[in-house]
């Protein structure tokens, strides 16, 4: 018998990774809340909006995804939430609301590394989604693997 592959993420999976954004929103926004982070500043309020946005774009992707099983529905939805993250992640960057305070002195860099490879990341993930769109809309199935 032929094993069977999808491209998609099992219905428990996406729900799972809708759970997992719900409770990172709450946890941000609610309890404890990012305040009690002792190294972000008063200017994560101004990133905070896009940071709110894509988790609340990955749950309903997640969401809508584990109903309607759809190749191309999945491809947007990814697009979408990915490039929400990309905004949230290039904000991070023009505020960058990090006070490391005396600890050791490499931490900004560290952070500013972990941005960019963010930033990257999130191109080539958009780029592959657009591509994963256009194969799903012109109904090319996914190679077995």
């Not at 490499?106 to 191109?123: A, E, M, Q, Y």
């Not at 592959?128 to 809309?137: D, G």
Request: net charge positive; glycine share 10%.
């Amino acid at each position: 018998m032929a094993e069977r592959t999808s491209i998609h993420p099992s219905r428990s999976g996406s729900v799972g990774s809708a759970v997992v954004n719900a409770l990172l929103l709450y946890g941000i926004n609610i309890w404890p809340g990012w305040q009690v982070l002792p190294f972000l500043t008063a200017d994560m309020a101004r990133v905070l909006d896009l940071i709110n946005a894509t988790l609340v774009a990955g749950i309903i992707v997640n969401v809508v995804c584990a109903v309607i099983r759809s190749r191309a529905l999945l491809a947007l939805g990814n697009l979408v939430a990915m490039g929400i993250g990309l905004a949230a992640v290039l904000r991070l960057w023009e505020f960058f609301p990090f006070d490391f305070g005396g600890s050791w002195s490499g931490w900004p860099v560290l952070v500013r590394v972990f941005l960019v490879l963010g930033i990257v990341g999130s191109i080539i993930g958009a780029v592959v989604e657009i591509i994963n769109l256009f194969r799903a809309l012109a109904g090319f199935s996914p190679r077995a693997r």
